[in-house]
């Protein structure tokens, strides 16, 4: 079955950074888009980014916009978010996600739309 694990996730102070990673077993990256979401405590869970099937187009929420960047390698099947100019409202925990789906990344960025999500990784920021 599909197992998603993210790690990365840490203290940092504000203008630092941060790369999470969520380690896919059960798919191929092919055949998913992959998505990183996060949630603050008393919030509801908000996307963040996301990479189409083929690897090749992203999309990113305004608040991360220029400042995070989705990636993956698909010899490890691991999924990546590099994370810079942290700031304190970028604290919550992040969830990585996959869904079964060709179509470009704009048009995932519903949290509705996943099949499968990992448990989640802590980000906390200081000011």
């Known amino acids: 079955q599909v197992q998603l694990a993210e790690s990365g996730g840490g203290l940092v102070q504000a203008g630092g950074s941060l790369r999470l990673s969520c380690a896919a077993s059960?798919?191929?990256?092919?055949?998913?888009?992959m998505g990183w979401f996060r949630q603050a405590p008393g919030k509801e869970r908000e996307f963040v980014a996301v990479?189409?099937?083929?690897?090749?187009?992203?999309s990113y929420a305004d608040s991360v916009k220029g400042r995070f960047t989705i990636s993956r390698d698909a010899a490890k099947n691991t999924l990546y978010l590099q994370m810079n100019s942290l700031k304190p409202e970028d604290t919550a925990l992040y969830y990585c996600?996959?869904?079964?789906?060709?179509?470009?990344?704009?048009?995932?960025?519903?949290?509705?739309?996943?099949?499968?999500w990992g448990q989640g990784t802590q980000v906390t920021v200081s000011s």
């Open positions: 996600a996959a869904v079964k789906s060709a179509r470009v990344a704009g048009a995932i960025r519903d949290r509705l739309e996943y099949d499968y």
């Open positions: 990479l189409d099937r083929y690897g090749s187009t992203t």
């Open positions: 059960g798919l191929t990256f092919s055949s998913y888009a």
